[in-house]
């Protein structure tokens, strides 16, 4: 693996549009090789702000903050050898009498002083590296201080390690880039498993490598409450794993438990990384809440003394996974409006998931206080004259539209999405688009069955409603056995059914208002927590990556038949990806799963770091014999680096 890891450092590296093993990943709209080649010394090369709004002062400490780690990221070899005039190895880039231009330094010019980071963040950047004055400065420019952070991790991946001469250089190009689609999600599951905070933070991290830019927290179910909510206790005393005892000078237990503080640090660290977190607390159902506050649930005269020896409910029979919010009085929608008071100051980037999947009407339907309710409304919902509550049916979308306004009274402008088909009639009932412009369908239909829901979600009638596509990528999506051009029968992994899954291949409906798509962790189907996530999730990201922000999806990189695999044709999209993975790990972040299942892993210096704390590789003498000394560790491990 040496010998891939460094190859493309020692050989020229040429520019070109889509996937080079190596090179920025994941692939640009537009990389044109430029002449030149420079040396960059770690000792002396700067990455800086030029031209910025002076008011840009919650933008500016964000991108510095970005400078910092990708300063570090640009060197993640350690030190080098001292220059000399032999390393640029007789290209372009040499001036005078045989001596090396320097790259002395990133400039970075940012158009917008804005901090906000949501659905409709400018991500863009260009990227130049070339002979033109100044010859030894690079300029990035970006829209937004997100479209720099882009930038900057295109940056730091151009530059490469030469292990022959033990140097760091960087080859002539001009980048212009932008993401396919504007939402590259990941949904964590934190309900069915706990998973920590160090935890989620690399996540992140993983993300940010990966140019992908949505957290979506999965926080609640009928499994657990890890979320503290301010003026009710009980949710996380009484219903988070671990249920110690509860300290109350200090508003924390030491069970599984997120503090609204600390999550609120998260955000803040996920944000430095142009990576926005979008809460879900799962309602009307899925809601292990009603055990902790039964009044503002099913009224007490439906079988509220649920059934615990059953997980799926029948008339008669409820099962205790499966309580609904009273929607017949405003006690229900009192305790929307105190979970969202905590959830819009600790998450103020503004966008929310309020769930809305797997709404068992069977609470609702053995009531006779919601049955009064439907009849007493069967004209007329108490929140619109002109829209009807009569029956079970009608009683979700009401309770959306109640959701939707306590949110926008709370957040303006709040950017919101449900579960779909969950909360499909939300739109349905009344031409609600005019009102709500900004609410998303989170497409759940199975990795073989989206394509009709989404013709349906995009069609006209749901006005201004977006669409999110989670079904096909649910990380537990089985593998499957299919021929490849050649007709050798191979097997094709979850991830790269992902990767090669068409998101805009459905007909009908408006494919502008698909805003992108996003991986799925379930912790009830893949086992994920806070020991195997990480080693789990990266592969799939880097899967999605290229689907996601690259200008064709895949298209450009699958050979004709559309079928591709890791162990058959399609060697280039694989290997792209495990020079990734190497580099990330390089950078000591966790990357699990190879894609071309190689039997000697990246020899890259690689351990455990906490969250925040940057990994540095181990630190070698910066003197000629450098190189020598590295190919002497090779020689030991048996891996002979190519000349």
């Known amino acids: 693996m040496w010998q891939l890891l460094f190859c493309a450092c020692i050989l020229p590296c040429i520019a070109q549009d889509g996937l080079n093993p190596g090179g920025i990943f994941p692939p640009p709209n537009s990389d044109v090789g430029q002449s030149g080649q420079w040396v960059v010394d ?8 030029g031209q910025m709004p002076s008011t840009a002062n919650e933008s500016k400490s964000r991108l510095q903050r970005g400078i910092q780690r990708f300063q570090d990221f640009v060197f993640d070899f350690g030190p080098a050898a001292p220059i000399n005039s032999a390393q640029c190895w007789g290209q372009p880039g040499r001036v005078g009498n045989g001596t090396c231009t320097p790259l002395n330094s990133l400039v970075i010019n940012v158009d917008s002083a804005s901090d906000v980071l949501d659905r409709f963040t400018n991500e863009s950047y260009t990227l130049a590296v070339t002979m033109t004055a100044p010859a030894d400065t690079a300029i990035l420019n970006a829209t937004t201080i997100y479209g720099a952070l882009r930038g900057l991790q295109t940056f730091s991946q151009m530059v490469k390690f030469n292990l022959s001469s033990a140097t760091y250089t960087i080859f002539g190009s001009i980048v212009s880039d932008a993401p396919r689609f504007e939402y590259r999600g990941v949904m964590i599951d934190t309900s069915r498993n706990f998973v920590s905070l160090n935890t989620l933070r690399l996540i992140c991290d993983q993300m940010e490598q990966n140019k992908m830019n949505a957290l979506h927290l999965h926080l609640t179910d009928d499994q657990s409450w890890p979320i503290t909510i301010e003026g009710m206790p009980l949710l996380t005393q009484w219903m988070a794993y671990g249920n110690q005892k509860y300290d109350s000078v200090n508003n924390q237990t030491t069970s599984h438990i997120y503090s609204l503080a600390n999550m609120s640090d998260f955000v803040g660290y996920c944000w430095d990384r142009a990576v926005r977190v979008i809460p879900e607390v799962d309602l009307p159902g899925h809601c292990i809440g009603q055990n902790a506050y039964p009044e503002y649930f099913v009224p007490q005269d439906s079988p509220h003394n649920c059934n615990p020896n059953i997980t799926v409910s029948s008339p008669g029979n409820v099962a205790c996974d499966r309580g609904l919010i009273d929607v017949t009085s405003e006690k229900g929608f009192d305790f929307v409006q105190q979970l969202y008071s905590s959830l819009v100051k600790t998450f103020p980037q503004g966008e929310y ?3 809305g999947d797997e709404v068992w009407s069977v609470p609702w339907s053995n009531s006779t206080i919601v049955q009064s309710f439907c009849k007493q409304h069967a004209k007329a919902c108490p ?9 079970i049916g009608d009683l979700q979308p009401y309770f959306t539209r109640r959701v939707v306004e306590i949110i926008n009274n709370l957040k303006p402008g709040a950017q919101l999405q449900g579960w779909a ?13 005019s009102r709500y412009p900004n609410f998303t369908y989170s497409n759940w239909n199975g990795w073989d069955g989206w394509q009709g829901p989404m013709s349906r979600m995009t069609d006209e009638s749901q006005e201004n409603a977006s669409v999110i596509l989670s079904g096909p990528f649910y990380i537990n999506r089985p593998v499957r056995t299919v021929v490849d051009s050649k007709g050798n029968v191979q097997e094709q992994g979850n991830w790269e059914q992902m990767m090669h899954t068409a998101i805009l291949n459905f007909t009908g409906g408006d494919k502008s208002k698909v805003r992108g798509a996003e991986l799925v962790a379930w912790g009830d189907s893949t086992g994920i927590d806070s020991g195997g996530a990480l080693d789990i999730m990266a592969i799939y990201m880097s899967g999605m990556a290229i689907n996601l922000w690259s200008k064709n999806g895949t298209v450009s990189y699958v050979n004709p038949d559309g079928f591709s695999s890791c162990n058959g044709d399609d060697y280039s999209i694989c290997d792209s990806i495990d020079w990734h993975r190497c580099r990330t790990l390089m950078r000591g972040i966790p990357y699990g799963q190879r894609a071309r299942h190689f039997d000697v892993p990246c020899a890259v210096a690689y351990e455990p770091r906490a969250p925040g704390v940057w990994y540095k590789s181990p630190k070698l003498p910066a003197e000629d014999s450098v190189a020598d000394k590295l190919r002497q560790q090779l020689r030991e491990a048996g891996l002979e680096p190519v000349a």
Do not use: A, M, R
């Open 353 to 355: 998931h309020i769930g």
């Open 421 to 433: 088909p969950g909360v499909e009639g939300f739109y349905q009932y009344g031409n609600l688009g």
């Open 383 to 391: 929140d619109d004259p002109n829209i009807t509550c009569g029956s």
């Open 42 to 49: 770690p000792t002396t090369f700067k990455i800086s702000i």
